[in-house]
């Protein structure tokens, strides 16, 4: 069975993670410290996005396997992005702050959208 809304939202997801891999050894390869504040914010970013991505396109691929609507994941999975995105902007700015918030919440939306979406799909079957 073909998955295109998930062909298209991984590797996205999968090129943004390896973006801000690269923001950390960036800022490891100038000599910073471990207390480096850019380092500690930077190693944070990527280990969020690492944590909370696989989940989210986890449940996108259950929920398209599923028989998910493709526009309601679409919708999903260009929140999702959009959200990682904004937390990965708002991380080195003053807490709180809005794109950091839009970023946890965006995030943590899908997440229980697509859970609830998966259970809702399922039942119908």
Known sequence: MMVPVVALYAPLNAFFNVALATNVVRHRTRGAKDADKALNTAIRVHGNNAEFVPLALLLM??????????????????????ARIAHALGMPLKAPNALRSLGVVGTWGVIVALGGYALWLRSRA
Not at 61 to 82: K, Q, R
């Open 61 to 82: 691929l259950v929920c398209e396997l599923c028989g998910g609507a493709s526009f309601w994941l679409h919708i999903t999975g260009g929140v999702l992005l959009a």
